[in-house]
C-alpha cells in the first residue's frame, strides 16, 4: 500500500455485507487497502493503536466505513469515543447501516459522522449503492488522520 492512498477501515459485522462492500469498491476501481473489523471494538483497537492490533496501524490517511448495530461496541459509541479523541477526530466517517431512523441519523450526524448512507435492502441496489460510494471515494480528498504512534 501507498502511503499516499486511503486506508478504509470497514467496521462491518456481517460477513455477506462486508465481503460485498469490499467487492464493489474494487469492482469500482478502488483498489486501496481495506482492514476489516468484526465489531465496534475491533474498529477501535485498529484506529487507537490497541488490543491485538497493536503496531498494525495503517499508515496514512484513514478513512471508517461504520455499520451502527454491531457486538461488543455499536456504531454510535465508536463514533462518541472516536469524535471525543482528538488524535482520531479528524478521521472521515461513512455509516453504512440499514436503518434509515430519522432519529439514528440525526444521532450519528451530531456525534460527527460525516456521512449517513443506508443498505439498500435489495442485493442489485446495495451493489449499485457501492459501486457508486468507491466512485465518490476515488474524488474526494482526505486528512492525513494517521495518529501519533
Not at 482528538?86 to 432519529?103: F, G, K, M, S
Not at 448512507?117 to 492525513?144: C, D, H, S, W
Amino acid at each position: 500500500m501507498r502511503s499516499d492512498l486511503v486506508t478504509i477501515i470497514l467496521a462491518e459485522d456481517d460477513d455477506g455485507h462486508a465481503t460485498l462492500v469490499q467487492k464493489n469498491l474494487e469492482r469500482a476501481g478502488f483498489l486501496n487497502t481495506i482492514v476489516r473489523a468484526k465489531d465496534g471494538q475491533e474498529a477501535l483497537d485498529i484506529l487507537q493503536n490497541t488490543g491485538e492490533f497493536a503496531g498494525k496501524r495503517p499508515t496514512g490517511p484513514m478513512l471508517l466505513v461504520l455499520d451502527l448495530k454491531m457486538p461488543r461496541l455499536d456504531g454510535f459509541e465508536v463514533l462518541r469515543r472516536m469524535k471525543s479523541d482528538p488524535e482520531l477526530a479528524r478521521i472521515p466517517t461513512i455509516v453504512l447501516t440499514t436503518t434509515d431512523d430519522p432519529r439514528e441519523v440525526e444521532a450519528c450526524y451530531k456525534l460527527g459522522c460525516n456521512v449517513y448512507l443506508t443498505k439498500p435492502v435489495a442485493y442489485e441496489a446495495f451493489i449499485e449503492a457501492i459501486r457508486r460510494l468507491g466512485m465518490f471515494l476515488q474524488l474526494v480528498k482526505f486528512p492525513n488522520a494517521t495518529p501519533n504512534p
